[in-house]
């Protein structure tokens, strides 16, 4: 890897920070939908190319240690900049690649416990559809992928909510399990474990998901106020509840719930969004070019070194 590929595998690494400011416009500008959609495929395609580009500097380093570059059959040494540049910069690659997937490993773990606690807990209770009824103090309620899908929700929850609130509350869960928001929760998970800068878009698709699943609940019910009411006194009713159920299962009382109120409440047709989505996709396209470049670059300099190629 020569100086230029090293400063190009730094790219990567570089612009996740410029996606949460870019994220909080298409938030104003694209429709929920929308922006779900455009936020999950950016945070994705930035944390895959973050990851390989600390893959090729980690490749790079480790071809530096005579046991590595003799089981790769080089004849001649890898051309890189000074070991001094490069040994540390694998090192670090290393380690944050190591940190990111014991993170990843010990909140997938963690996740899927959560998961199997509430899919036990909400069999063993008689549904109404796909409705569940769970008898606690404590006021809750959730969409809970699986087979089927499920609407959780406490009998302090219920007693939380007027009738009408609670059909409100009601078709905004099942908006969630209908679109699938959470293989859009799950996929930002991922994404935050592989830059911590992601960590910022996590919240911003999480918010995506819940004013979708807010729109969505007030076609359903005919009525924004009542809507928007719903989900103000649910999750005033919950704010002190600390609910098992897994990150990935999207619930109406997360997220910044004033500001999801105030859309509801006063509607506006989205503006125009053009120069937003032209920064999200030349930033992914530049990241990911990038990651590419830098991979390519690692992979020709093998086979030099190996006297396949010539430089």
């Known amino acids: 890897m020569t100086a230029l590929l090293l400063a190009v595998a730094l790219v990567p690494l570089l612009l996740p920070f410029a996606a ?13 939908a929308r ?21 090729a500097l980690v490749l790079t380093g ?13 004849i001649h040494p890898l051309r890189t900049p ?19 997937a014991c993170m990843l490993v ?49 009998t302090a929850m219920l007693r939380s909510l007027g009738a009408a ?5 009601f078709a905004h869960e099942r908006a969630h399990n209908r679109a699938g928001h959470h293989y859009f929760l799950a996929a930002a998970e991922l994404a935050a474990h592989c830059h911590p800068a992601l960590r910022a878009l996590r919240a911003d698709i999480r918010y995506a998901a819940e004013r979708a699943a807010d729109e969505a609940a007030a076609s359903a019910v005919g009525d924004r106020r009542l809507t928007a009411r719903a989900i103000a006194k649910a999750a005033l009713a ?4 600390a609910s098992p159920r897994p990150a990935f299962a999207p619930a109406a009382t997360t997220g910044p719930v004033p500001r999801r109120v105030t859309a509801l409440l006063t509607p506006g047709r989205p503006r125009a ?26 992979h020709h300099q093998v086979e030099v070194a190996q006297g396949e190629e010539r430089t």
Do not use: N
């Not at 053009?274 to 930033?283: D, E, H, P």
């Open 106 to 154: 010990r909140s997938a773990l963690r996740q899927a416990g959560a998961f199997r606690t509430a899919h036990t807990e909400a069999d063993r209770r008689p549904a109404a559809g796909d409705l569940c009824v769970v008898e606690s103090p404590h006021p809750d309620a959730y969409a809970l992928p699986g087979r089927p899908h499920r609407i959780v929700v406490t």
């Open 165 to 169: 609130e609670r059909e409100a509350l």
């Open 62 to 74: 480790l071809l530096k240690l005579p046991l590595f570059a003799a089981l790769e059959d080089l």
């Open 273 to 298: 969004a053009r120069w937003v989505a032209l920064a999200l996709t030349a930033g992914v396209m530049l990241s990911a070019g990038a990651a590419t470049t830098a991979l390519l670059g690692v």
């Open 82 to 100: 000074s070991d001094l540049l490069v040994l540390p910069a694998a090192a670090l690659a290393t380690g944050a690649l190591a940190v990111s």
């Open 20 to 32: 949460p400011p870019l994220a909080r416009r298409a938030l104003d500008r694209l429709a929920p």
């Open 35 to 55: 922006a779900l959609w455009a936020l999950t495929a950016c945070a994705l395609a930035l944390a895959a190319s973050c990851v390989a580009a600390l893959g």
């Open 238 to 241: 919950g704010r002190a509840t």
